[in-house]
Each structure stands twice: as C-alpha cells, then as structure tokens.
C-alpha cells in the first residue's frame, strides 16, 4: 500500500500565492487543476498526478522552483 505523503505529494503543490500572481489564469486553463488561496498567503494547487506533474514542469518553465 502506498504511503499517503507519497500520494498527497503526486496530487498537489503548495507555493506562497506571489508565486502564481500572474500564472494563475493561465494554469488553470491549460491544465485540469483546483487553486485554493489558503488565506495565509498560501495556495494549493490540486489535481491528478499527471495533471500535477505537467503543472509542475509549466511553473518551472516560467520561473517557479517547485520542491
């Protein structure tokens, strides 16, 4: 059985919200992804592991380091 870190870190990503200022329109467009504004400065950005990791490899074309 999978251990859920593994899983939630396949499923999401959590960045502070300046990060996705002005890419947040545009991922959630091009990608079938849930944004949440947390409210304490965090957003997380929700979806399948494919999703995510397409997701993932756009922020680091456009300048967001993604753990």
């Not at 091009?30 to 409210?39: A, C, K, P, S």
């Not at 990791?53 to 300048?63: F, I, N, V």
Request: net charge negative.
């Amino acid at each position: 059985m999978p251990d859920p870190s593994t899983l939630r870190d396949s499923t999401q990503i959590v960045l502070p919200c300046e990060r996705l200022h002005e890419l947040e329109r545009p991922l959630d467009d091009e990608f079938t992804v849930t944004i949440f504004d947390e409210g304490d400065e965090r957003c997380r950005i929700i979806g399948s592991p494919v999703e995510i990791k397409e997701a993932s490899q756009y922020l680091a074309r456009h300048g967001v380091t993604v753990r």
